[in-house]
């Protein structure tokens, strides 16, 4: 479990810590400040294509689900009507978030 100096037959041991220690390598210098903004531009458009993708999958199983089912209508509707609002509202306000940000800093880029 931990480092014992006792040896197996219970007499205490010599630890030698007259090595060196081993220092972390400092990380290498950068002559350009770090700039977050590719980062999360990135990440911004990975959640927006990925948010339009779960739409893009909800739309396509109601219209499967229609097909499949076209008695059980009225309770399709109630069903999507419940999940595909918050979920309509979600993407959208994640890409206007992301389309939004991007104009603005394409905008402080011109000179």
């Known amino acids: 479990m931990y480092n014992d100096p006792k040896d197996a037959s219970g007499q205490e041991t010599a630890q030698d ?8 390598e400092a990380p290498p210098f950068r002559a350009v400040p770090y ?7 990135s990440a911004r458009r990975r959640i927006a294509y990925l948010l339009l ?14 097909i499949l089912w076209p008695e059980r209508l ?5 069903l999507y009507q419940l999940i595909f609002t918050p979920v309509v509202a ?7 978030f992301y389309y ?3 104009s603005k800093s394409r905008s402080k880029q011109k000179p």
């Not at 810590?17 to 972390?24: A, H, M, N």
């Not at 700039?35 to 531009?41: A, G, S």
């Not at 979600?90 to 206007?96: E, F, I, K, P, R």
Request: aromatic fraction near 2%.
């Open 90 to 96: 979600l993407v959208s306000a994640a890409t206007g």
């Open 35 to 41: 700039d977050p903004r590719p980062q999360e531009d």
């Open 53 to 66: 993708a779960i739409l893009a999958v909800m739309i396509l199983a109601a219209i499967v689900l229609v």
């Open 17 to 24: 810590f007259t090595s060196e220690p081993i220092e972390p």
């Open 100 to 102: 939004g940000t991007k």
């Open 74 to 78: 009225d309770s399709l509707l109630k």
